[in-house]
């Protein structure tokens, strides 16, 4: 019976023009969040200190860092970013409370792109637990 079903549908959408994928839509798909839905950011495994710069092999890994909302992140932004601006980095903002201060930091990095992102997995896989830090193809740096 389900061979039987699934050849139907299978004639139907190819001599229909259906797809049905525009028919069954879960409902999940049908919510929207905005960035709001995502404040505040708060990444337990990460917090503000220092980092030891060390090699990597990740060759084709885009340019990003993480950074958080306290003023060792702001300096660090301030600091690199003509470097971030030239190496086309994408700016995690790792922890975070409210969608002023993620305009704030937006305000301080023109031209970057800096979305709030909870890291902990991430900082399990690159063994880290502080920030600001760029991560390149070659490098794990501050």
Not at 14 to 27: D, F, H, L, R
Not at 36 to 64: C, E, H, I, N, Y
Not at 93 to 118: C, D
Request: proline share 6%; charged share 20%.
């Amino acid at each position: 019976m389900k061979t039987r079903y699934a050849w139907v549908c299978a004639f139907w959408a190819m001599n229909c023009n259906w797809c049905a994928a525009e028919v069954i839509t879960p409902k999940h798909a049908e919510a929207r969040y905005s960035e709001d839905d995502m404040l505040p950011v708060r990444s337990k495994a990460l917090s503000p200190g220092t980092v030891q710069r060390r090699v990597l092999d990740a060759v084709g890994l885009p340019a990003f860092f993480l950074i958080g909302e306290d003023a060792r992140s702001r300096t660090w932004l301030k600091q690199r970013l003509p470097l971030l601006r030239k190496l086309k980095a994408v700016g995690l903002v790792v922890n975070i409370e409210s969608k002023a201060a993620l305009l704030n930091l937006r305000q301080a990095a023109p031209g970057l792109t800096l979305s709030p992102v909870s890291a902990d997995d991430l900082a399990q896989r690159l063994n880290l637990r502080h920030y600001p830090v760029l991560i390149t193809a070659s490098s794990i740096e501050q």
